[in-house]
């Protein structure tokens, strides 16, 4: 890697195209909140909305999701004083700097990419190039702030492999060591949630079945039925995570208690060892329900207001940018691109 060195700056980002579910609360979000309150980092948290756009989205509502995302990072304890929070499409050096970047990657290398492969299904050709060019766009955000960590949940990390790729040609095609070699910060129990009905399909804020995931939104009630009615095996509970291998139902209602209690898989399967799955769910649904719906109530609350909302975006979006503007200049500058 480089000599030089960087700021600890941790960068992440989640899009508004939908609601927030237990998946990115549990695989993002709640880390995001325990690495602004590490204090560390200096964090910056983005509504990356031009990502939501790569796959057609109604105006009324990205608008409404947008506000509601914003809602959950600080119901969630994104401080937005401490952190900088903010909508991509505020700041423009996300696109320029992606520009930038989609003649550095190879159309190899975005063909590979398993999430690009998912998502444009069968009918590549009818897919929009912005989806294609995603990733690029996705190293845009990271390097317009040089942040050197980035959390996610497993299903990013061959985009974060990408966003290397990208720095590391950058630097070696203008012989520069301008941009770092981000680390990825995949972490804890629950970095890949799966469907509450189909443990081996990943919980989805897109799956048509609503029945299939927890909504940041649901109420108390909600919650409580969706984990009592998650699909389990009839076998109580092991005593050891080995004997969780090929359960993948009852591994991730373990994880998602770990997840959620801030504990290990193996001290979850200690606590609950020969437990019929009945009486599990119904202590996971009071654990989920202690912990999710204080943050749904303050979800609606804030959601109330939306002025308020819309302002907290703005002043992120200026903080952002007196960041990432001189890092785009010196771009730039390397590229020999002339300006006056
Ligand atoms: P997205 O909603 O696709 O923008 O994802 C935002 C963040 O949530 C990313 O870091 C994802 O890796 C993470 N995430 C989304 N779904 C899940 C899941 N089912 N389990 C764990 N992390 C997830
Ligand atoms: N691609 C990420 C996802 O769907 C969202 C994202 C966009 C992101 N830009 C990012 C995540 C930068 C981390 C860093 O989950």
Known sequence: MSDATF??????????????????????MKRFVD????????????????HAITVWQDPAALTRNTRELCAGFIAAGIDPEKSILFNQSQVPEHAQLGWVFNCVARMGWMGRMTQWKDKAGKNAEAASLGLFAYPALMAADILAYHATHVPVGED????LELTRDIAAKFNHDYG??????????????????????????KMSKSDPSDRTRINMTDDADTIARKIRKAKTDPEPLPDSVAGLEDRPEARNLVNIWAG???LGVEDVVAQ?????????K???ADLAVAKLAPISTEMSRLMQEPDEIDRILSRGSDRAREIAAPIL????DIMGVVRA
């Open 7 to 28: 700021t600890p700056r941790v960068f992440s980002g989640i899009q508004p195209s939908g609601g927030l579910t237990l998946g990115n609360y549990l695989g993002a």
């Open 35 to 50: 690495m602004q309150d590490a204090d560390r980092f200096e964090c910056i948290y983005c509504l990356v909305d031009l």
């Open 156 to 159: 990013q990390k061959q985009h």
């Open 176 to 201: 520069v060591d301008f941009f770092p070699l981000t680390e990825p910060v995949i972490e804890g129990a629950a970095t890949r949630v799966m469907n509450l009905q189909d443990g081996t399909k």
């Open 260 to 262: 959620l209690a801030d």
């Open 272 to 280: 609950n060892a020969g437990k019929m799955f009945g009486y599990f």
């Open 282 to 284: 119904q202590d996971l």
């Open 329 to 332: 200049r010196q771009t730039f």
